[in-house]
């Protein structure tokens, strides 16, 4: 997103009415002298003679206004902050300075206020195109992408030939999983100034990340020719290369990347792995070095210079970085096992011993442990791992919390959304689903029960209670044998149900979710049964059959009803079982297009861009899912994402 939004020049319109000057004082040359030097880009210079204005006459609210928009540009944000205040008590009805206070307050993290302020300068003047898209700025920033959409819209209502709209809505359609539409709002910016570079860059880096390499170069190459200094074209060229086994000119663009910024961590981690990939040990060795120097708290930095040079025969010093990376992240198991390897190679068999025994003690202890302590251990080969992106981390979360996000992802993968029977009093509704939802679910007497959607064991409101099934029938009755775990008669109950009426969409729902729980079931006390007898059995056995028949069935309802979103999510839940992540990121999307106040939709969707690398998207979803009140998902981010 841009940062500065328009031209100075282009947003800055006064009508200056001075009071009359003083003695031998020129007001309006010192307040014309102050726009003009801001105009140009000199802020630095614009201040004194801003200074001398105001300690001259303290009323003029426009002059308050430059000083704040000269400090603004020199990142003096509260000083700037202060000067828009002073502003708008003079005149509260100027709206540039809540724009530009707008900003302030939102890179101060205060969002809230933020908000209010824009909204005031957009109350001044609806028809502002500039307001609005610095409201779709602010909105993006916030991660409010729904409503960022909405803002961009409007600004391309009133002005479709601003071409920094499009790229930003662009870009915000891509937040929301938009990929064609950010295509042809990026397509359109370029239409209109085609001699930018930004958007040929966004559209490069969009046609990478589909693969579609040879318009990826295409346009990167364009956004260089017109910038030869965008480290950012540079680098995700160099992806490309990479991609099409073009290894040198990868490298090439590495190095133009590094001539450009000589501290680029992810060049300099992306060019050790394609020089250990060629062959040339000696150059990875150098750019990782400048890495443990640059990130010392990176625990994969030392790994791997440990693994290159035992490898290479350089004992000491391989014994010197693996006792880094250990001491940087005493848990990380296969560190141990390396560091055995050394110890073994030069002699010292019994430290050797120790080290495989406390290698072995961790892997063991992960393999026990749950959602807490996802990252634990580290199942790594000591080679390099694969390039990194752009919107990625190079840091100790990313380099080992991140494989085993993919290895352990069933164990903190939010539910399914299931039906469910409780006193009425304990079953209050949940803000995702609509009164009309309840409605249809209350139309269903379960005499002084009441039926609800809920997730299935996260976040329950209460302990359900133990239901006399006697007094209740069909739907009803089913639902409370299935709370108990009396599977046989629940699956029984729902055959006479849906005999009774085979079209009710809801009637086939809570079969097919009574069919996933037994499957649950099952698999559980298998695996409980599997470990209790052998206890080096750490991975689960999991039977797939089930969980594709039931994503096909309740695709099958959805055709017909898809309950706001529940259907849907449920599905993406299915094929996360199955494994097939770009399937379930499809359904979670289709979810939260319908209800976008399902946060186990936004959570689940989150954790598998963060698998898929797409760590801008899966941070954002994962935001939103905090935001809208899954507390999961406060732990990931936590561990996953920058704070």
């Not at 206004?65 to 000269?70: C, E």
């Not at 990194?388 to 080992?400: A, V, Y």
């Amino acid at each position: 997103m841009q940062r500065l939004l328009f031209p100075f020049w282009l947003i800055v319109t006064f009508l200056v009415c001075f009071t009359p000057s003083k003695a031998q004082f020129n007001k309006a040359y010192f307040f014309y002298k102050g726009e003009e030097l801001i105009s140009r880009g000199n802020y630095a210079d614009a201040i004194p003679i801003l200074n001398t204005l105001l300690n001259v006459d303290s009323t003029i609210h426009e002059a308050w206004f430059l000083r704040g928009v000269a400090r603004y540009y020199q990142n003096d944000l509260v000083g700037a902050g202060n000067d828009f205040s002073k502003c708008l008590n003079i005149n509260p009805l100027f709206s540039q300075a809540y724009q530009y206070n707008a900003m302030v307050l939102q890179q101060l993290g205060k969002s809230v206020e933020s908000i209010e302020c824009i909204q005031k300068a957009i109350e001044l003047r609806p028809a502002s195109a500039q307001y609005l898209f610095t409201y779709g700025v602010i909105l993006f920033q916030q991660e409010q992408y729904h409503d960022a959409l909405y803002a961009f819209n409007q600004v391309l209502k009133i002005d479709d030939r601003i071409p920094d709209a499009w790229v930003n809505r662009g870009t915000t359609r891509l937040m929301l999983s938009d990929s064609s539409g950010a295509l042809t709002d990026y397509t359109a910016a370029i239409n209109l100034n085609p001699f930018n570079a930004n958007p040929y860059l966004r559209r490069g880096a969009l046609y990478a990340q589909q693969s579609n390499y040879p318009l990826a170069l295409q346009d990167l190459n364009q956004a260089i020719g017109i910038d030869s200094t965008l480290t950012q074209a540079y680098f995700t060229r160099a992806l490309v290369y990479y991609y099409q086994k073009h290894y040198s000119q990868a490298l090439s663009d590495l190095n133009k990347v590094l001539q450009l910024e000589h501290r680029n961590t992810l060049a300099l981690f992306n060019r050790a792995i394609i020089s250990y990939e060629v062959g040339n040990p000696e150059s990875a060795i150098d750019d990782l070095t400048r890495l443990s120097s640059i990130i010392p708290t990176n625990v994969l930095v030392h790994y791997y210079l440990a693994s290159i040079r035992y490898e290479l025969g350089y004992l000491p010093m391989a014994l010197e970085n693996i006792n880094k990376a250990i001491a940087v992240f005493p848990e990380f198991a296969n560190a141990y096992r390396l560091r055995a390897e050394i110890k073994t190679k030069k002699g010292d068999l019994k430290g050797a011993e120790s080290d495989i025994a406390q290698g072995n003690r961790l892997a063991q202890a992960y393999s026990n442990r749950a959602i807490n302590d996802i990252a634990s251990v580290f199942d790594s080969t000591g080679k390099l791992k694969r390039l990194l992106s752009l919107d990625e981390e190079l840091d100790i979360t990313s380099s080992i919390s991140m494989e085993q996000l993919r290895t352990r992802i069933l164990t903190i993968v939010y539910p399914i959304i299931t039906l469910k029977v409780d006193k009425i009093e304990n079953a209050k509704p949940r803000n995702w689903q609509s009164s009309n939802l309840r409605q249809i679910l209350a139309t269903h007497s379960c005499r002084g029960y009441s039926l609800f959607f809920e997730y299935d064991t996260i976040n329950q409101h209460s302990q359900l209670e133990t239901i006399a099934t006697d007094s209740l029938s069909g739907i009803c009755k089913a639902i409370a044998h299935l709370q108990g775990n009396y599977y046989t008669a629940a699956m029984k109950e729902f055959s006479e149900t849906l005999k009774a009426d085979s079209s009710n969409t809801l009637y086939r729902l809570a079969e097919v979710l009574a069919k996933i729980k037994m499957t649950q079931f099952v698999e559980n006390v298998k695996n409980k049964s599997l470990q209790s007898g052998n206890s080096n059995i750490s991975q689960k056995t999991i039977d797939n059959k089930p969980f594709i028949t039931a994503g096909n069935d309740l695709k099958t309802i959805a055709l017909d009803n898809d309950f706001e979103g529940i259907v849907p999510y449920n599905i993406g839940v299915m094929f996360m079982h199955t494994e097939n992540n770009d399937l379930a990121i499809e359904w979670f999307s289709k979810a939260i297009s319908i209800n976008p106040l399902l946060h186990g939709a936004w959570y689940n969707r989150g954790l598998l861009y963060l698998i898929n690398n797409e760590t801008v998207k899966g941070c954002a979803d994962l935001r939103k899912a905090v935001n809208i009140g899954n507390n999961q998902a406060s732990e990931v981010v936590a561990r996953f994402c920058k704070k």
